[in-house]
């Protein structure tokens, strides 16, 4: 007793929770479903990729796979949260997020110029820039107006601009304050889009252009609430209320369809609570666990895959083989660079606390 009561205080990770894993999965999945058919006919570029048309169209078009998106905002609020009560200190939170992030996504462009590059050289006017590309490596190329190499990153720059919220509440100790500070935000922006200031004030506009997080923001909200609601300490009735709050943001000029996301935000609470034992499935828990990688690989392996040989093979077998390709290099890319890369980089400087989950 003596033994647990001494441990108490360092407050280790719960066990990992294997149903928010498989819905990870489940949302790379869904948005690679989307690209490869709803939004491929509508998509001329993918990065420094020419697409074209589609010759015939595919039978099965997932128009709402886009709704990964918020999804994965969903996750990333509720797991961040979760990480900061463990990481009490800006540096280890930083040296996490940059271990997490970072190798796989430059290993990831590498991936998407060897792939694209080749495919474009068939355009006789075609000249690669390579400061654009070497600008990706940063991740910031959207705050400074470059093209991404690969368009699936945009959600990136949206994710680094979390963490840099979060890590300023670190920095100022003020990380017990987060979910009021972000349902702040999130109220803000829905009066100002409710009442259409972005469109007759001037310049205010500049906001949401230098913070493209604030459009999203109320995403992260619903997960950061989620996961504050599971505390012990904390107001249920407080939690509750801005859960409902954040709810109805979700009607006000919404990026994704409103109904649809708060459909999927109830499924995410739920696997939250892991009331959702159908989702403890072995394949949607491993592909949960190469979710990252096939978020940044699907895009330069599919699409080269539909733009080129599409005229020799059926569309749908083409999207089917295109899709576990991806998959399959996808795992290639988690077992060979991710974890590998990220266990050395813990190995090599130790952070004071545990490492991200």
Known sequence: MKHNKANSSKSPLRPRNLQIDALRGIAALSVMLFHFTAWYGKSQVDGILQLDDFLHEPHLLFYFGDLGVPLFFMISGYVITESCEHKKTLTSFAYSRFTRLYPLYWSSIIFAVMCYLPSNSRLASYDPDWLTIALNFSM??????????????????????????????????RIKQLPLQVLGLTTAYAIATAFRCWDWIPGIWRIKSVFPLLVFLNYFALGIWVRNLQKPEASKKQALAAISLSCVFLFIRSPYDPFAVLTIFFVFWAACEQ?????????????????????????????????????????????????????????????????????FLREAVRPETPHSR
Not at 144 to 173: G, H, K, P
Not at 277 to 285: K, M, Q
Request: hydrophobic share 50%; aromatic share 12%; charged share 10%.
């Open 140 to 173: 910031l190329q959207t705050s400074i107006d470059v093209r991404n190499v690969n368009e699936a990153y945009w959600t990136l720059y949206i994710e680094l601009q979390f963490y840099s919220f979060v890590a300023l509440m670190l920095a100022t100790r």
């Open 275 to 343: 009331k959702l034992n159908l989702l403890e499935n072995r394949l949607l828990v491993s592909l949960g666990t190469i979710s990252y990688a096939l978020y940044l690989v699907h895009g330069p392996c599919g699409y080269t895959m539909l733009n080129y040989l599409q005229q020799y093979v059926q569309v749908d077998i083409l999207i089917t083989t295109a899709v576990l390709t991806s998959i399959i290099v996808a795992a290639l890319f988690t077992f060979a660079v991710e974890k590998p890369a990220h266990n």
